[in-house]
């Protein structure tokens, strides 16, 4: 009886060591988020389908696989670029036309760099009228995978003229949210294809959103929206390196 209570105290301390292992083994940790945190993460986009200002997203595990065989550089990444695109469905849309200035870098001590993003936009289903809105940000980090990056940053602020939609100021564009964009460098020189902006404009009002849950590899890329060319190339780049 005194050895089968032992061996019970035994299996009892295993489990218990085994749990708190799993707690703390790091490759389970993405950019300092559980791998399965993002499903507690809201994520908006400024880019909806129905005409609207902005439109919750609902994400499954498929959606964020990687796509490709690419291994993300480490290292001293960088992407920069001053681009327009526009909705290939035009006017209809709510924003038709889309303006970023960014240059962002991410090294072993983290990210630096700053963005600007200019939303055109224009309610011709109901009565918000039109104008435009810039989105200034601070790096926070940086996804480089072979020529497409996605570039994310945190809200300082928001000038212009934004849509009086409720919860688009004072919740999604509040100072700290999160922001993440996609980029594509089609290379250099008067021949090369145009460099490609992705449509999909995200926030995260959180701040807990990363380049790591969202790479620029992820499927979701491919599943939500779309890369357009750059408006005017080859005046207009973007290049990732």
Request: charged share 20%.
């Amino acid at each position: 009886m005194k050895n089968l209570l032992s061996l019970f105290v035994l299996v009892l301390v295993l489990a218990g060591c085994q749990k708190e292992n799993i707690q703390e083994d790091p490759t389970l940790v993405e950019d300092g988020v559980m791998q399965s945190d993002w499903q507690d993460i809201d994520i908006y986009t400024l880019t909806p389908k129905d005409g609207s200002p902005f439109q919750k997203l609902e994400l499954s595990a498929e959606m964020l696989e990687r796509t490709s065989a690419v291994e993300t550089r480490n290292g001293n990444d960088h992407a920069h670029g001053n681009y327009s695109i526009t909705d290939p469905r035009g006017e209809a849309i709510f924003y038709y036309r889309t303006e970023v200035q960014f240059a962002g870098t991410e090294n072993s001590q983290g990210a630096s760099g700053t963005a600007a993003i200019t939303r055109h936009w224009k309610d011709i289903f109901g009565d918000l009228g039109s104008g435009a809105f810039t989105i200034n940000l601070d790096a926070a980090c940086l996804s480089v995978v072979g020529d497409d990056a996605v570039f994310g940053g945190d809200i300082t602020s928001v000038t212009g003229d934004i849509p009086a939609a409720p919860g688009l100021e004072d919740i999604l564009l509040a100072p700290g949210g999160r922001v993440l964009f996609k980029v594509r460098d089609n290379g250099q020189g008067a021949n090369a294809p145009a460099d490609e902006g992705h449509l999909a404009i995200l926030i995260n009002p959180g701040g807990t959103l990363t380049c790591g849950i969202i790479p620029a590899d992820s499927f979701f890329w491919e599943f939500f929206f779309a890369n357009v060319p750059v408006d005017n190339p080859p005046s207009e780049q973007i290049v990732v390196k």
